[in-house]
């Protein structure tokens, strides 16, 4: 079997995003988190030991979070989000065995890491594969350090929230909820992961204390 297109695969994913009305955009624009999530995933692969399947991880890094497309309306997120990884199976399996490209053996373990991937540590007792452990700390890595600071604007930017009430916002309710922070690192499965997030923390945390000085006036205190 040839090496995946992954910039072709990719472009559908995209494709499918830009029908959606959540997942194109704003704090949740996944074109920008499956980019994040595919590269990292390259990154903890680099840095594996074990001998894994490069490119069944790399093309459920395209695929992960497909399964959001069918979620159309906030009532729709809010009842079934829980299920995007099922949804996601169904239509990672439709998607490449239309390409005719793929073997069948590969396009299961691919819709296998779809399924599972939010089947964390802290949520599901099972048995995981490398496979599977790289692909769901990449997924939370991603949203860390500077992704982790530029999501509460596009949250703010899409939710009409002043930037200044959006800084307040991060120096007070996001350091208790949201992303992940010292506390939970027990989500991620590896220690290089665990590595990898202190060095993001710190990197976010630089810039937080950054826009907190830059807003820093005696207009607003
Ligand atoms: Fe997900
Ligand atoms: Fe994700």
């Excluded at 903890?44 to 001998?51: D, E, F, T, V, Y």
């Amino acid at each position: 079997m040839p090496p995946p297109d992954y910039k072709k695969l990719y472009e559908i994913v995209c494709d499918l995003y830009s029908n959606t009305e959540h997942f194109y955009y704003g704090q949740w624009d996944e074109t920008f988190f499956t980019l994040r999530v595919f590269e990292t995933c390259k990154d903890l692969i680099r840095k594996s030991k074990a001998s894994i399947e490069k490119e069944v991880i790399l093309t459920a890094a395209i695929f992960h979070d497909i399964g959001k497309t069918k979620l159309n309306t906030e009532e729709k997120i809010k009842k079934e989000w829980d299920d995007h990884p099922i949804y996601g199976a169904k239509l990672t399996r439709e998607i490449l065995t239309k390409q005719g490209k793929f073997e069948n053996d590969f396009i299961e373990k691919v819709v296998d890491l779809v399924k599972h991937h939010d089947d964390r540590p802290s949520k599901v007792d099972m048995i995981r594969s490398d496979e599977l452990k790289i692909l769901q700390d990449a997924d939370l890595l991603a949203d860390m350090g500077i992704a982790s600071f530029i999501r509460p604007f596009l949250y703010s930017g899409k939710n009409k929230r002043r930037t200044l009430e959006n800084v307040n916002y991060i120096k007070t309710e996001r350091r208790t909820n949201g992303g992940i922070s010292k506390e939970n690192l027990y989500r991620l499965n590896l220690r290089s992961s665990k590595r990898v997030a202190k060095k993001l923390m710190k990197e976010a945390e630089k810039l937080d204390n950054k826009i907190f000085k830059m807003t820093q006036s005696e207009l607003v205190e």
